[in-house]
């Protein structure tokens, strides 16, 4: 485990004296949705954005219809000082994919029978899972995802609190919360092209500043580790799967229509997709850039 994370002892002594504000959903995504005005984002709408992101872990955008996609993500780059896109590492050893730092979400006809990327190329739903599971626990602090054009039907976004999950789950069985911050307790497995890396990690760490962080995932290239206390593991793993339907207060379901902007906590709140139909003629289009810092507002001159 990286060395600024604490020791699993020293974290569940810190969970029951109490931990730094964590998100918790709104009872609507409609509640986290700010109308934005004209670039650069004005210093209204960012204090309304960073409040949604602060305290429910992620903002939708909402901008004019037909603004640009490009534009709109540069806008969020820049207002919220979020640097440049990142590429991980996998990607960068790839012709096809190294220089999609920003990535476009489409499916094609040929993709179809047979994607480069599994998940990307595909319309078939997306089980939870966190951006950026083969880096270290936390590095991947950002998600943003542009809808430029939802499916036809379905293609729904889901979102888990996976920090407020865990905090549940240490209140209810300290022993299965202590599994998941074993240090080997979640294990990452690439599949694309000829890939096989893999990174085994801990589910749930604590920085050294008391911040809580996730890397919770449940894709079917995510597997659960068989070291430190596997029954207690199995018992934090269906806790939580008790947790994933939209009246626990812990996972939402929405759509992103047109025009919309996602920007979420990935280092909290983990996300999958249902799964959805397209019109052939306008195929569902999404744009996803990661990105290693949160956002702070810093003003654009106009």
């Not at 604490?6 to 969970?15: F, G, K, N």
């Not at 109490?18 to 004005?42: L, N, T, W």
């Not at 994607?115 to 998600?143: K, M, Y």
Request: overall charge negative; hydrophobic content about 40%; some cysteine.
């Amino acid at each position: 485990m990286n060395r600024q994370h604490l020791a699993v002892e020293t974290v569940l002594e810190a969970l029951r004296e109490g931990v730094k504000p964590i998100p918790e959903f709104p009872a609507a995504p409609a509640s986290a949705v700010v109308a934005m005005d004209a670039a650069p984002i004005s210093a209204e709408r960012a204090d309304a954005v960073l409040s949604a992101y602060t305290n429910h872990g992620f903002a939708v955008l909402q901008y004019p219809a037909g603004h640009d996609s490009q534009a709109a993500i540069s806008d969020v780059q820049a207002a919220f000082g979020l640097g440049e896109p990142f590429v991980p590492p996998m990607y960068r050893s790839r012709p096809d994919w190294a220089d999609r730092a920003i990535t476009s979400l489409t499916v094609t006809a040929e993709e179809m029978a047979g994607p480069a990327h599994p998940s990307f190329g595909r319309s078939t739903a997306q089980d939870l899972h966190s951006d950026g599971t083969l880096q270290e626990i936390g590095e991947v602090a950002t998600t943003l995802l542009h809808c430029v054009r939802p499916a036809a039907q379905g293609g729904d976004t889901t979102l888990f609190n996976s920090v407020g999950a865990f905090i549940a789950l240490h209140e209810h069985d300290p022993a299965a919360a202590a599994a998941m911050l074993h240090e080997t307790s979640l294990i990452r497995t690439a599949n694309i092209g000829d890939c096989r890396d893999s990174a085994a990690g801990p589910t749930f760490a604590m920085r050294a500043d008391g911040d809580l962080i996730s890397r919770y995932s449940i894709s079917s290239t995510d597997s659960w580790g068989t070291h430190g206390d596997p029954v207690a593991l199995a018992r934090a793993c269906a806790f939580f799967a008790g947790l994933q339907h939209e009246s626990s207060g812990y996972h939402l379901r929405f759509a992103l229509g047109a025009d919309q902007c996602l920007i979420f906590a990935n280092d909290k709140i983990s996300h999958g997709r249902t799964a959805y139909h397209d019109d052939p003629a306008r195929p569902r289009h999404m744009k996803r850039a990661l990105f290693l810092a949160r956002p702070v507002y810093r003003p654009v001159p106009r």
